[in-house]
């Protein structure tokens, strides 16, 4: 059976029937969902409703019990797929799928080009003065062209952050995944972030961002997914999701938010 999707076909991401358990604890819970592609979905639910965990299985970081993920063409279903079989499917996905974290998990003894070329390198064979060219278009494409030779440490979080996301797109990811990506991040320093997501957004690439900015969920996102307790609770278009949701827990979990931030 080939991992990969005819060519030609809808390579979103499809969510089915996705359960993983920390010991005694189900995290997720037989959740189901699709993810639009080429489109940024914002996930949003309460600490603890498993949101991380559910990316970590998405790129692979994490396995899963049961259930069935489709991502980036590539199929990994539970608990059919073990050994061998689940390595090589895991591998796939972890080179087509990009994660970007909150605390941006830079090398810190490398430049932002040698943490820009690196993976290339190592991972794909890329030649080096491929890989640095590369590295310095998408510096260049962050707003950091300037910076190729500087280390991490001399960067605020704002910039930090936009080397992390040219670092994922490095490896030419089909999806990137965003781990609460502004969090640490001043308020002032938020939008040069979102305005990297808006630009890989027009360029078609398929973006989950685990946030809790629901005025950047309301602003850019097409798709609004709101977990908890390891299932969704509501999803839909923004506008809908946040202004008129469905579900009261969905009104509980936004008033928190709702209170410093109001959809015209
Ligand atoms: N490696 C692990 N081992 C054991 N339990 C874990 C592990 N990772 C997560 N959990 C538990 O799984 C649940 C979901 O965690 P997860 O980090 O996915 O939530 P989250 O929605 O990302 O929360 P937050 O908004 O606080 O980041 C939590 O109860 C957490 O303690
Ligand atoms: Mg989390």
Redesign the pocket.
């Known amino acids: 059976m080939s991992t990969t999707a005819p060519a030609g076909e809808d390579t979103g991401i499809a969510i089915e029937g996705l359960t993983k358990s920390?010991?005694t604890?189900r995290?997720v819970d037989g959740l189901s969902v699709t993810i639009p592609k080429g489109q940024i979905t914002v996930l949003l639910?309460?600490?603890?409703?498993?949101?991380?965990?559910?990316l970590?299985c998405l790129n692979g970081l994490e396995t899963f019990d049961s259930g069935r993920i489709t991502i980036a063409g590539v199929s990994i279903e539970r608990p059919a797929h073990s050994g061998r079989e689940l390595e090589r499917r895991v591998s796939e996905v972890r080179q087509r799928v990009g994660m970007v974290f909150q605390n941006f998990n830079l090398f810190p003894h490398l430049t932002t080009l040698e943490n820009l070329s690196l993976a290339p390198q190592l991972v794909r064979g890329t030649p080096r003065e491929r890989a640095q060219a590369r590295g310095r278009e998408l510096l260049e494409m962050v707003g950091l062209g300037d910076k190729a030779d500087v280390y991490p440490s001399f960067l605020s979080g704002g910039p930090m952050q936009r080397v992390a996301i040219a670092r994922a797109l490095a490896m030419e990811p089909q999806v990137l995944l965003y781990?609460?990506p502004t969090s640490a991040l001043d308020p002032e320093r938020v939008d040069e972030v979102v305005e990297v997501l808006r630009r890989l957004d027009a360029e078609g690439i398929t973006q989950i961002v685990?946030t809790h900015e629901i005025a950047f969920a309301y602003e850019a996102a097409e798709h609004v997914v709101v977990?908890e307790r390891?299932r969704i609770l509501e999803e839909g278009a923004p506008a809908a999701v946040l202004r008129n949701p469905q579900e009261e827990r969905t009104r509980v979990f936004l008033r928190r938010f709702l209170s410093t931030f109001r959809p015209g």
């Open positions: 920390f010991g604890q995290v639910g309460p600490s603890g409703c498993g949101k991380t965990t559910l970590r781990d609460e685990v977990l390891g």
